[in-house]
């Protein structure tokens, strides 16, 4: 009896993988020109459109928080898009393109786990927005208007006009302030300092006027005035003035404009006469009215 022949079905077609040496020897030099063309492209059109929408959040203050808002979401879709041009261009293999892939992955999952972790920071900043572009945040120790928000960092700018790099990691595990969550209105605290024995009456006054007569002032908002004792360094009186500003690029000319309307209402009225000449002899009401003594008898002289 003959042995019946076994007839297995033909493997199944295979597209070979590409090796390196292949892969470099099939881009010619037309394909990396135009590579380089498309990144040029991208980089200057994300430049070009990043200051034209700059420029219409500086026309329309109103809408200057939605045009910055647009900012980073243009640039991550344009760079996105460009990535995707570039595969089209240089069109690897389904193999080829999972080979670098995983190579690409493990590489990142060895070496670049800070840069993964920037990376989806950004993304998360992107789509829970915490803050966005100019709004006024605190981010550690560091507070400032942000006026950059990538993919690996964030940049804002203190008050003193210094420029602070975060790295967008420190979103997922750190905590933000945000001062203003995309309007340009946002309240200013002011911390004044009087003599422990100050009338508590006659500073809530000062203090309302300081915030009432100051120019940067939302006069559609509140404004409250707090006293509270301390005793860091010895007894005083610590006046907090809380009021909105207009926009919150004038949070330091507010709290100087307070300050200086506050204090010299102080001088003016002797309330610091205690602290500044006559420490620990009388309460600052006795000294003015010492003073104001001193002055009707040398007038009458």
């Given at each position: 009896?003959?042995?019946p022949?076994?007839?297995?079905?033909?493997p199944?077609?295979q597209?070979?993988?590409?090796?390196?040496i292949?892969?470099?020897?099939?881009v010619?030099?037309?394909?990396?020109v135009y590579v380089?063309l498309v990144?040029?492209a991208?980089?200057a059109?994300?430049?070009?459109?990043?200051?034209?929408?700059?420029?219409l959040?500086?026309?329309?203050?109103?809408?200057?928080f939605?045009?910055m808002?647009l900012?980073?979401?243009?640039?991550?879709?344009?760079?996105?898009?460009?990535?995707?041009?570039?595969?089209?261009?240089?069109?690897?293999?389904?193999?080829?393109?999972?080979?670098?892939?995983?190579s690409?992955g493990i590489?990142?999952g060895?070496?670049?786990?800070?840069?993964?972790?920037?990376?989806?920071?950004g993304?998360?900043?992107?789509?829970?927005?915490p803050?966005?572009?100019?709004?006024?945040?605190?981010?550690?120790?560091?507070?400032?208007?942000?006026?950059?928000?990538?993919?690996?960092s964030?940049?804002?700018?203190?008050?003193?006009?210094?420029?602070v790099?975060?790295?967008?990691?420190e979103i997922l595990?750190?905590?933000?302030?945000n001062?203003n969550?995309?309007?340009?209105?946002?309240?200013?605290?002011?911390?004044?300092?009087l003599?422990?024995?100050?009338?508590p009456?006659?500073?809530?006054?000062?203090g309302?006027?300081?915030?009432?007569?100051?120019?940067?002032?939302?006069?559609?908002?509140p404004v409250?005035v707090?006293?509270?004792?301390?005793?860091?360094?010895?007894?005083?009186?610590?006046?907090r003035?809380?009021?909105?500003?207009?926009?919150?690029?004038?949070?330091?000319?507010?709290?100087?404009?307070?300050t200086l309307?506050?204090k010299a209402?102080?001088?003016?009225?002797?309330?610091?006469?205690r602290?500044?000449?006559?420490?620990?002899?009388?309460?600052?009401r006795?000294?003015?009215?010492?003073?104001?003594?001193?002055?009707?008898?040398?007038?009458?002289?």
């Amino acid at each position: 009896m003959p042995t019946p022949h076994l007839v297995f079905p033909p493997p199944a077609y295979q597209v070979p993988s590409e090796t390196p040496i292949e892969i470099i020897t099939r881009v010619s030099p037309t394909t990396i020109v135009y590579v380089l063309l498309v990144l040029a492209a991208t980089y200057a059109l994300v430049r070009m459109s990043t200051a034209a929408l700059y420029a219409l959040a500086e026309r329309a203050p109103r809408a200057r928080f939605f045009f910055m808002m647009l900012a980073p979401i243009l640039r991550f879709v344009l760079w996105l898009g460009s990535g995707v041009l570039v595969l089209a261009i240089l069109a690897p293999s389904r193999d080829t393109l999972f080979a670098v892939l995983a190579s690409v992955g493990i590489a990142l999952g060895l070496g670049a786990q800070d840069l993964v972790k920037n990376l989806i920071g950004g993304l998360v900043i992107l789509v829970d927005r915490p803050y966005q572009l100019g709004d006024r945040v605190k981010i550690g120790d560091a507070y400032g208007e942000i006026d950059h928000i990538g993919l690996r960092s964030t940049k804002l700018t203190t008050p003193d006009d210094t420029r602070v790099t975060i790295p967008n990691s420190e979103i997922l595990s750190g905590k933000a302030w945000n001062a203003n969550s995309g309007v340009p209105t946002c309240q200013v605290v002011t911390d004044l300092y009087l003599p422990h024995d100050t009338d508590p009456i006659e500073a809530l006054e000062i203090g309302y006027e300081a915030a009432y007569s100051s120019p940067y002032i939302l006069l559609s908002k509140p404004v409250v005035v707090l006293l509270q004792d301390g005793f860091e360094y010895g007894p005083f009186l610590r006046l907090r003035v809380k009021a909105y500003v207009y926009d919150h690029r004038f949070e330091p000319r507010f709290q100087s404009d307070i300050t200086l309307r506050a204090k010299a209402e102080f001088l003016k009225r002797g309330m610091l006469l205690r602290w500044s000449r006559y420490e620990g002899a009388f309460p600052s009401r006795a000294l003015r009215n010492q003073e104001e003594d001193q002055g009707i008898s040398a007038d009458s002289t």
